[in-house]
């Protein structure tokens, strides 16, 4: 046998292909044999779903050779699946022998392209999907070239400027024509041809017409083009140059990889989530539990939670000093490095210090294995109680409890090389990390063994790592946990720390899901900790340091009908057969024995302790926690086998498989006796909510879709403030048949119609596109999937927009990638709105694509997202600032300038247009044609890109804290028709000026034609100028400086070029003209009455409208010239007008009758 | 889908670049302290950290202008009373330059040159009189207009090459292609100054005589410097002299068709105004902007006449040659006497009166504005 090395694109289907650890799977594999002895191979499908745990693979059943190379030689059956497809938990295939047998497998034998091997030294299998009908390339709808909103109106602008020049051509023509036809003989002036014949009017006029758009060509904005290019280079250059949107700990700035849309940032009005590390963290937290009816509480660990996540700067520094320590090295090092050079970035650099802090805490190289989700500081009492119960009975709910915690779930134990082998795979590919978490961890570390050897800056020590590498978690975790208790000593001796010390480093968990490893880890905090899994033993190391070895009679996996897990297991003592299940607290609940269902026989205590668990239940709920049942149930000898035997059957079954192995769980999971529950914290990104209602603010609708269940999306939705509990009326959508969902859709939406209708609310209309806001009662909606493609269908899509018009948040759980992206195109269709799409892993690439602006958020996983996306984020609260301030500022800086250019090229192009009325229509041009080449090319072309890119209306700090001032660019009010069309005429009202001062003032004298033309060029400009100077908010330097350079360099050039050209450039000659101009007092006489009439309309409406309808951006702009307590007062002030009655500014252009006062 | 697995064919996957590349870009979690150390050596060496400085945070020093009634009411009253201060003196100004018109076209029956805008009527003069109440105050520039001219002419502009005007006798045998059709004659010789400026030369020629006790005298006309300097020392040369002779310079070129004599012949009596440095051809060669326009002919500057033309009788006796009729074009003598803002000029000072009165107008109307919907809460 002979491996060769191939090019991804070179595999095909029916090859054999091994892959090895840490590789990337090339195509979809059908795996035929793995290096582990039971046939299973781990894969990590970030980059596919963006779920970052590891998921088993098995060998097809028989093909397994365990201990033995693979033999594809031997392999001559045939493989029989379904045809490709987008669906990526749905696989359906069959392999016959040849000898006619078949063997059924599914989607847990399938290797699916661009997931990463973890865990399995070496997989291989057939390939049975390769290329493009893979399952993760049927999920990829390709890119999609992006034009920003502003770039699109300006195109149809562009065209109204074609239309303009054509009219004006025409009159050029039929003037010419006209003109010509005057003459009954041809005086001397008209150029005959050879022969002395002329051309007939008619025909001159025709060719009049071509010459005229030659001259007149500049009205089409070609440059605005460029310009446009060049301005975006330097929005982008600004953006991600913010300091604020760098992140220390992954050493990354903003991304830009789109170049031509950052205006769309300041227009959106959708944003689409993802949920799962775009508003998480993705580390799952254990926070607290409920035993029997008791609820601990666990006040120590959510201290510490607090601390580490850096809730108050404060009290972390108090810490500090607690612990007695000197200025920690790193504290100085990031003083050093970055608190000096300004203070403004102080709070940038303290908001890192507590980023690194948290990051440095990483001890284990795991999926889910930072501090904060491996070390939890059990609750004082609970311990108490534990080793009350081990003490006496070695057995009780408690131990109950605990087992169930660290057995029930389908959590790895991967070996301490393993673990080193994922290092290096990963050490090599990886590019960058914080520097600053590193330092600060030694720091942390020298203050516990302040005479540790291994401490230094060099690499010398570092070169040895491993030596750390066993050290340092575990040093970390107790000086952490003695820093966070203060005072409550709990693992604070050196004996507990030597012994935590080896436990950790015995022990990794591989966990299939967040939950799950934050579970085991509660569990190890409080002694139990699971120490081996094979498919039939787990090993459980008790607090007395006892090994558990139960032997494992059955699992039964999670599956989303039933929503539990249950384990069947030997107890080693006992001998008795005990169930334990875990799952969503309705799934437990529903199937305790005998607690609710049957009255008569009354279990006091049973009922007891469910009710007061579903209590903490509810409270867990409400805090926004995650929540677990734990149940037990002791199965008899009999009873067992009875149920064995049918489960048997169901699994060697082929037709309906899944049907018949869920009825068999079912049947055995019943009669619980209730352990408990647990609360897990899925950490939201620091900020989460203050961002989400800082977007809200500003006018958008922010929809999270995620992959997740309901319950745990509407927890996090909650907790976020996407949904509030008092506020909302929140409608949920779960359904299988869709005339169900047609009903619940017709009668919600009759609902939500009839109470925006009713007198007692009060309605708010914001314009059609955003449909409006119940003020006592938004309106949120809870969807999942399937109902969300059935709502999607044709009958229903129309009323399902219009219900997710009115809704105020929407939440779409259990959605596929595909599915996300035709909802953001939904939405951008038929609503015909701006949206934006946030995620961070490859499941989320579709609806970045799909949204008008993509954004992907780096970090966690992959780099799918990233690739896909326009911008790249490192944090959701990133997006705050990105849009609000960066998005604000890019829009209106960009609109700004592009109807500054319209104006420019028209005002500039119609001096010649009016001459023509004097020159017999000719097309004569009376500036020389390089000053006019010169003019939009040098002496006016850097003010406005530099008006494009550096403008700021309203600083960034008061776009934050006021996020209404978005409303401008949702509602494109920077940039309309109207102000298109206003800004031309403005240029023809300047044009007229510029051209009839100077021709009232020279006509009848004997002015040559280009002294004529140069006072008109410098008028112009002046008055061009002098116009952005009116529309610049904020003048800076630079400003000034290109400002008043380009003046310059007009006077400068044309004085040189006016010197030097003696007699070149036929027919204009320009010989000496500026210089006689500018010895004449007529020249600036001229110059200063045209320039003042010509800007005096705009000024004054400028003044008027400044003083009579203020725009909330002038509001804004003032508030920024108050001392800063009044700044603040007022600016509460303003939200609370705003918040009473939403966006005052919006409705008075909309709906002139407003009931609120404009402030 | 069906097939059956082939024999032997294993492939251990080869990562293409591309591929590669991605992967180095993962961000990998925070992990173990194997990797950190070995990152630890890149420490400081390349960071993305931005730049904090002001200029790249956007954070310079900015003065941003609201336009606050407090600044604009002063700023438009000042700019409003300035500029009628400007047009008060411009207009006063312009009143003192005193302007003398004399039409000279002969299109009605009873002016003196009607006779000669019959065609065909060669070397035909005409008289014009006038008489002045009071003294014309000197210098007095003379000027002749025409109307209806359309010098701007694309076409006809084009039409000239300045290599020629530069004396280059190289171009004398092959015009610029911009003179066509005034390039050559229609036996092929060049023409020299070629095209249409040249060649439509206004070539009136004026006498003004003092009627003193019905004798007339003649007023010196000085008609030096009345091109611009620069056209007449640097942009235009006449040809080196061939054999010490002007005229065989020319040498197988024709004069233009309309022209009565060769260039080199265009004043005899002084080199110095002859060929291309003609004062006259200079002038005439420098288009005028619009189609009424005016141009130099001479000054009066000399003897008797050197502080103005006393009052009296005056008699200006017209070579009329230039043809108008055809296009509707008159022709107009002017004497004009210049001010620092050059000739009579009304409009500019008006105008300048006019937007002062306006600006002082708005800054009331813009008090009353802020009066009215300001002061109420401006003051908190």
Redesign the interface.
Known sequence: MRLVKRRWKDVRVGDFVRVLSNQIIPADILLLHTSDPNGVCHMETANLDGETNLKQRRVVPGFSTPGKPFQPQTFSSTVVCENPNNNLNVFKGYVERPDKRRTGFGIDSLLLRGCTVRNTDDAAGIVVYAGQETKSMLNNSGPRYKRSKIERKMNTDVLFCMLLLFFMCLIGALGHSIWLETFTTMPSYIVPDRNGNYTPSVLAGFYMFFTMIILLQVMIPVSLYVSIELVKMGQIFFITQDVELYDEELDSRVQCRALNITEDLGQIQYVFSDKTGTLTENKMVFRRCTIVGTEYRHDENAARLAVVSGANEEEEDTLYQQTKLPKLPLEELQDSHTGDKNHANTQVTAANRHRSRVAAGAQCDMAFSTPLETVVVPDRKLTLEVDRQMASILSGPYLDFFLALAICNTVVVSTVTAQRQRDKGRSNSDGSFHIMGQWFRKGSLRNVFSSMKFFKRDGETLADPFAKDEDEPDMFHSSDVSDSTTGQKVLSSEGEVKRSLSRTEEVCYEAHSPDEAALIHAAKAYGFTMVERTPYHVTVKLPDDTLLKFEVLDVLTFDSTRRRMSIIVRHPHTNEIIMYTKGADSAIMERLGNVFSDMSQVDNVAKQIAVKTQKDLDMYARDGLRTLCFAKKVISEKEFKAWFAIRQEALSAIDEKEERLMDTATNIENNFTLLGATGIEDRLQENVPETIQALRRAGMQVWVLTGDKPETAINIAYSCKLLDHEQDLVFTFSTNRKSVCKMRLEDTLGEVRRSSLSPGAEVQFRGNNSGFTLMEHSIGLVIDGPTLSMAMSDDLVEQFVELCKHCRAVLCCRVTPLQKSSVVKLIRQKLRVMTLAIGDGANDVNMIQAADVGIGVSGQEGMQAVMASDFAITRFKHLQRLLLVHGHWCYSRLANMVIYFFYKNVAYVNLLFWYQFYCGFSATAMIDYWLMILFNLLFTSAPPIMFGIMDREVSDSTLLSLPELYKTGQHSEGYRRSTFWIAILDAFYQSLVCFFIPYWTYNGSDIGIFSFGTPMNTVSLFTIILHLAIEIKSWTVVHWVIMIGSVLAYFIVTLAYSAICTSCNPPSNPYWIMHKQMADPMFYLVCTLTTVVALLPRYTLHVLRGTLAPSPHLGARQLERLPPSRREQRIREWRGLRDTCISPSLRSQEHSSSPCPTA | ????????????????RS??K???????????????????????ET??????TA???????????????GI?IPGFLL?GLA?IG?GVG?FLTSQTIQVLERDYTGIAKDSPCFSCTIPNTPNCTCEITFALSELFKGPIFF?Y?LSN????????????D??Q??GDTQYFKSP?N?C???DYDSKKNPIVPCG?IA??MFNDTFELYQIINGTKKQVPLDGKGIS?W?DYN??YRNPVLVDGSFAKAFNGTVKPI?WPKPAYELDLTDQNNNGFLNQDFLVWM???????????YRRITEGDYSGGLPAGNYSLTVHYNY??M??D?KKKVVFSNVS????K?D??GI??LV?GS??VV?SVV?LI??AK??FSDDDV
Not at chain 2, 22 to 43: F, H, T, W, Y
Not at chain 2, 286 to 296: G, Q, T, V, Y
């Open positions: 889908m069906r097939f059956v697995g082939r024999t032997s064919h294993v492939c251990d996957v080869y990562y293409g591929i590669r991605a992967e180095k870009l993962i961000q990998v979690r925070p992990c173990g302290e194997r990797d950190r150390s070995n990152r630890m050596k890149n420490e400081g960071t993305e950290r931005p730049d904090n200029f790249t945070q956007q954070r310079l020093p900015a003065w941003q202008p609201i336009l606050s009634a604009i700019i500029f400007i411009l000027y207009g001219y359309y010098q701007n002419f694309r076409k006809y502009g084009v039409s000239k300045y290599n005007l530069t610029d911009f066509f059709p005034f249409a060649n439509s611009w620069t640097l942009k309309n420098r288009r005028s902007a619009l189609p009424d326009f005016r141009k130099l043809p108008v055809s296009f074009g620092w803002m050059g000739g000029n409009f500019l105008a300048y937007v306006l600006c708005m813009m504005v802020y919907f300001k």
